[in-house]
């Protein structure tokens, strides 16, 4: 037998951790490392936050799963808090982002549907990344994601990100909605322009058709902000938001207006564990610790220290480094050639975890709790793994 019990769906590499501790992973063999990955944005709080590993214990010694059947204190609980905290009027819990991104398409196009129109199409935006499921990668151009798994869910149309032009050039009277990332994650840390997400929110009034963000990696404090679109200004119909939103437990959730969620009645729509007390107590936790005075400025704060540490220590290599992009404590570090060998050099050289994303953009995305002394740290490991990094011959 030549197959793995795991599923062998992931280049998975040897560093294998078993334990966290606050901004720090420690693997099987005993190294530790600076963990700027926070599990892909998912681990906000760090690993082993006391508050959030509280809520879970307590709750899941309580009251872990109930079926959707029953009336929700829990759920009813933090969607009124979600409520409360941003544009939506109304939130469908999920265990992924992907599910929250099916919801979001869900969403809108049974709002089109169930008025009596027959609009179903989705404009989405090139590089873009929205899950792994049929829906989710028909959304997305990518044609890695595809290979193999033919034919694609109809009804995605794909235009280049951030060019507002293009989008309004795609809508035809099939069209039901815009589905975009304020800040592109895996398509290399991009940060839509004010002029794109304000200019696809006035055509989207103008068409009668819906805005969906995907915020599952941007959105829950990781930008300085609840949700990023509060960066700009703007009000969405639809978020799908995951990653950060339990801190590491897995749950996901799609938010949208009273007008946006008209068709999403009884019987339309569903999910086993969605809304779990288990789940509900981590987000919870997650917000008591987020929604704290001073959180959020404390992030921008981070953000920048953060951005203007890079660009000073880019400026000594720039063989290897181009730019530095990205909001609050989500940032791109653009080099020069292909990521994931500096990648793996800074995890298994220097104790230093990053991801890589798109083509050349190291992604550092930290845990929102980590103090002046990590970004110390970090620029102390990225220096001393730049230094002795050997450049691939280029391709
Ligand atoms: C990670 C991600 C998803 C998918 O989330 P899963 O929990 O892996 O299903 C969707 N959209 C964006 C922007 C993401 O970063």
């Known amino acids: 037998m030549a197959i793995t019990p795991l599923m062998p769906v992931y280049p998975r590499c040897g560093f294998r951790p078993v334990r966290g501790e606050g901004a720090y992973l420690v693997s099987d063999d005993g190294r530790r490392a600076l963990d700027f990955a926070s599990g892909i944005a998912v681990n906000l709080l760090g690993h082993g936050h006391p508050h959030l590993t509280k809520a879970i214990q307590d709750q899941a010694a309580t009251l872990m799963h109930v079926s959707n059947l029953y009336g929700s204190p829990q759920g009813e609980a933090f969607a009124q808090r979600l409520v409360d905290n941003t544009f939506a009027d109304t939130v469908f819990f999920t265990n992924s982002g992907a599910e929250a991104v099916e919801c979001a398409i869900k969403t809108a196009r049974v709002y089109h549907q169930s008025a009596g129109s027959d609009r179903f199409e989705i404009i989405t935006f090139k590089q873009a990344f929205h899950g792994r499921t049929m829906a989710t990668i028909s959304a997305s151009n990518q044609e890695k994601m595809h290979k193999g798994f033919l034919p694609l869910l109809e009804g995605f149309r ?62 829950v ?111 791109g570090l653009v080099m020069t050639h292909e990521t994931r060998a500096f990648v793996a050099h800074l995890r298994d050289n220097h104790g230093l975890l990053t991801v890589a994303a798109g083509e050349n953009t190291l992604r550092i995305l930290p845990p929102l709790t980590i103090e002046q002394s990590h970004i110390d740290e970090f620029i102390e490991k990225l220096s001393a793994g730049a230094a002795s990094y050997e450049m691939p011959a280029a391709a």
């Open 221 to 331: 404090a990781r930008t300085g902000k609840l949700y990023a679109y509060e960066h700009y200004g703007i009000t969405p119909d639809i978020v799908a938001s995951a990653k950060g939103i339990g801190g590491g437990f897995p749950m996901g959730a799609c938010l949208a207006t009273e007008t946006a969620a008209r068709g999403m009645v009884v019987g339309t729509h569903g999910s086993t564990y969605g809304g779990n007390p288990l789940a509900m107590a981590a987000g919870q936790a997650v917000f008591d610790v987020i929604l704290a005075e001073g959180f959020l400025e404390n992030v921008t704060a981070l953000g920048e220290k953060l951005t203007q540490a890079l660009q000073q220590f880019i400026g000594n290599y720039p063989e290897l480094f181009v730019k530095v992009r990205g909001k609050g404590l989500m940032l």
């Open 158 to 219: 794909y235009v280049e990100f951030d060019d507002l032009e293009g989008a309004r050039a795609a809508i035809t009277d099939k069209t039901a909605a815009f589905l975009v990332e304020p800040v592109q994650g895996e398509g290399g840390v991009r940060p839509a322009s004010d002029a794109f997400l304000k200019g696809l929110r006035a055509l989207a009034d103008e068409h009668g058709i819906l805005l969906i963000l995907d915020e599952v990696q941007c959105g």
